[in-house]
C-alpha cells in the first residue's frame, strides 16, 4: 500500500513539474499508438466489412485464422519484425530497426487482426439487418462496404478504442524492435519495465499511472470528438 501511495505522490509531481522526460516519453508514446492505430484501422475496418458481405472459398478460413490472431503473442511479432529489419533481413537496408518506425510497424501487425475480427462480427449483424435493402438497391460492393461502415461507425469505434488499449500498453514487442533507447525510443511501457527491473518502485508506478491516465483522457478525447453520448442517443 506504500508503495502505491508513493506511486501516486510521484505520478503527481511528475505532471505537476512537467518534467521534461515525462512529456517526451509520453508524447513519443502518443506519437506511436496513434500512427499505428490509423493505420492499423485503416487496414482492419474495410477488409472486417468486405468478410462480413463477400462470400469466397475458404472465407471461413480466413476468418478463423484473423480470430486466432487476436491473441498473437506480441514478443513473437518483435521477434519477427526484429528479423525481418535486421541488417541481415530483407528489410535491413531501409534502417529502421531501434527507430519509431520499427515500434509502429509492430503494433500494426499485433492490432489489426483485433480490430478486423471486431468490425467483422459488428459488420456481420448490421449486413444481416441491411441486406435485402442494399441489394435491391443494385448497390456496388463499395457502396455497400461505405454504406455499413458509415452506419456502423459507433461500433466501429469501440472497434479502434480496443486496438488502442491494446497498443498503448504493449511492452514486449516494442522492447525488442525499439531498444528502450532514451531521449529515441523509450516509451511509457519500456520506462516502467525498466524502472522496474532497477528496483524504482515508486517511479515506476508513477508512470503506470501517467499511462493510464493517458489512456483515459484519450478515450474521453475521442468519444467527445466523435459525439458517441449526445443528448437522447446512447
Request: no cysteine.
Amino acid at each position: 500500500m506504500n508503495d502505491i501511495t508513493q506511486g501516486l505522490a510521484e505520478a503527481a509531481r511528475l505532471v505537476v513539474t512537467r518534467d521534461p522526460d515525462l512529456v517526451n516519453i509520453s508524447l513519443l508514446s502518443l506519437r506511436v499508438t496513434l500512427t499505428a492505430l490509423v493505420i492499423a484501422s485503416a487496414i482492419a475496418i474495410p477488409l472486417g466489412t468486405m468478410l462480413a458481405i463477400q462470400r469466397f472459398r475458404f472465407r471461413r478460413t480466413v476468418i478463423a485464422v484473423l480470430n486466432a490472431l487476436m491473441g498473437l503473442p506480441p514478443v513473437v511479432v518483435g521477434l519477427v519484425v526484429y528479423v525481418m529489419l535486421s541488417r541481415a533481413g530483407p528489410l535491413g537496408v531501409l534502417g529502421l530497426l531501434f527507430t519509431p518506425s520499427a515500434m509502429i510497424i509492430a503494433q500494426v501487425i499485433i492490432i489489426t487482426p483485433l480490430i478486423a475480427s471486431v468490425t467483422h462480427q459488428a459488420m456481420r449483424d448490421l449486413w444481416a439487418e441491411y441486406h435485402d435493402l442494399l441489394i435491391s438497391m443494385n448497390t456496388t460492393k463499395a457502396q455497400r462496404i461505405a454504406t455499413l461502415m458509415w452506419d456502423g461507425r459507433r461500433t466501429l469505434l469501440t472497434a479502434t478504442l480496443a486496438g488502442f488499449g491494446r497498443a498503448i500498453g504493449e511492452v514486449g514487442a516494442i522492447m525488442i524492435v525499439g531498444g528502450n533507447i532514451d531521449n529515441a525510443t523509450r516509451v511509457l511501457t519500456t520506462a516502467i519495465a525498466l524502472e522496474t527491473g532497477k528496483g524504482n518502485f515508486a517511479l515506476a508506478l508513477g508512470l503506470g499511472f501517467v499511462l493510464i491516465g493517458l489512456a483515459i483522457v484519450v478515450n474521453l478525447a475521442i468519444h467527445a470528438l466523435s459525439r458517441t453520448e449526445r443528448e437522447g442517443r446512447w
